[in-house]
Structures are given as structure tokens and as C-alpha cells.
């Protein structure tokens, strides 16, 4: 089936360790993005990527980095430097910009610093 | 900048009854498009309809539909005979021809309870 993963489910770092997100897409979508979900909050975006080896910032990318190597995969690094990093992540497809093209979203990642 | 203002913290509704959940937008794009996303306590994004800054009727997907008003900024979901499985949370979201990357900006969402 077409879908997006994301892994691990639950994940737990402790302070000053980087950890790295999955999000893998089968849809054959250009697109991806990273949201940030605080409880009790709307999705904040991280950052996307349009197409293979490039990706933009988004609203709150500090203490973040992606890579895009193939266009099936997106993953999120939280890094250290990253002063709040416990909350839900979110990883999205679509095909592309413009308005009218709606996102597929993956089960999502619940990060806690321990 | 773009906003988009959900004013209804939480909503209580009874089974086999309607409800509708309130959305408000702002923006300067001249074109762009309204998503609607339940989020049920398993955290995945759920996507139920949309709806097209140019499309003159309201948008229809099985018991959802969309109430647009674009005069008034507003583009409230209607859910009609509720399910218990509808208990969840709701997210108005939009997306304008000029966003960045595509990106879709959120509402802080509605939490929607269905009672037996």
C-alpha cells in the first residue's frame, strides 16, 4: 500500500544527544515536510524539501538539520542545540506547491528528553 | 501573513446529531485553499475535505462538508450524524499560492466529543 512511515514510534533522548527521525514516502511525491506539534497546538513547519538534494528552512528550523538523498526519504536530525525538542513530529508528502494540493501525513513521532 | 483562528477550544455533541466547527482565515493571496484534518488520539493526520478559493459550491465529502463564506473569512466543517469514532481532534488549515514551499498553516484545533 501507498503511504508514509515514520520511525521509530516513540523515541527518548537524553540532553545534549542528537537523534534522528525517519520518514520514508512510497507515493512517488516530489514534496516533503517536517511539522512540529506542541499539545494542545497546531503544526508548526521545520522544513521541506521540493525536490532531491534540496531543502528550505521553515518557521522554526533552529537546532534541526534534514538531508534528501532520495526522494523517498526525509530524515529530521534534532540536534543539541535544539532547546525544547520534546513534542510530536510530524512528517508530510505532496506533490508539489500551489495551493490546491493536499498533504499525506505519516503516523508521527513522539519525542521526550529525558 | 497568514492566520488561521479556530475559536473552539472543545465542542460537545450527540450522537447522531450535527455539528459544526468554526474556522477563520487571513490572508492576501489571491488564490489559495482551505484543508480541513482530524487528528484522533493515535496522532496521525486524518485528511477529510478541501476547498478551493475559486470553487463556487461548498465542498462535499460524505457526512462532512464545508461551509465556506469568503466574504466573511470563514470555513466552518459540518459534521453530520456523529459517530463516536468522530470524537477526535479537528484542524483547519490553508494553504495560499505563495506559501512557502507549499507549507500549510494550522489552526490550534478543535477538540470534538461525541457522547452515547
Known amino acids: 500500500d501507498g503511504g508514509i512511515t515514520q520511525s521509530p514510534k516513540y523515541l527518548f533522548r537524553k540532553e545534549g544527544q542528537n537523534v534522528t527521525l525517519s520518514c520514508e514516502q512510497n507515493?512517488?511525491?516530489?514534496?516533503m515536510y517536517w511539522y512540529r506539534q506542541d499539545p494542545g497546538q497546531g503544526l508548526r513547519l521545520i522544513y521541506y524539501?521540493?525536490?532531491?538534494?534540496?531543502?528550505q528552512k521553515g518557521d522554526i528550523a533552529e537546532g534541526y538539520s534534514v538531508s534528501r538523498e532520495k526522494k523517498e526519504s526525509f530524515p529530521l536530525t534534532v540536534t543539541s542545540a535544539q532547546k525544547n525538542p520534546t513534542a510530536f513530529y510530524l512528517c508530510a508528502s505532496g506533490i508539489g506547491g500551489g495551493a490546491y494540493n493536499e498533504q499525506f501525513f505519516g503516523p508521527g513521532t513522539r519525542l521526550t528528553v529525558l | 501573513a497568514q492566520k488561521i483562528t479556530q475559536t473552539q477550544p472543545g465542542m460537545f455533541v450527540q450522537e447522531k446529531e450535527a455539528v459544526t466547527l468554526d474556522c477563520t482565515y487571513d490572508t492576501s493571496d489571491p488564490s489559495y485553499g482551505l484543508f480541513w484534518y482530524k487528528q484522533p488520539s493515535s496522532g496521525e493526520m486524518i485528511f477529510l475535505i478541501y476547498?478551493?478559493?475559486?470553487?463556487?459550491q461548498n465542498a462535499t465529502e460524505g457526512r462532512y462538508s464545508l461551509n465556506f463564506q469568503k466574504a466573511r473569512k470563514s470555513a466552518n466543517l459540518v459534521i453530520s450524524a456523529s459517530q463516536l469514532g468522530d470524537s477526535a481532534m479537528y484542524f483547519c488549515?490553508?494553504?495560499?499560492?505563495?506559501?512557502?514551499?507549499?507549507?500549510?498553516?494550522f489552526g490550534q484545533g478543535t477538540e470534538l466529543s461525541v457522547k452515547p
Open positions: 488549515a490553508m494553504r495560499g499560492i505563495y506559501n512557502q514551499g507549499g507549507k500549510l498553516i
Open positions: 476547498q478551493g478559493s475559486y470553487d463556487q
Open positions: 507515493l512517488n511525491h516530489d514534496a
Open positions: 524539501s521540493q525536490i532531491v538534494n534540496d531543502f
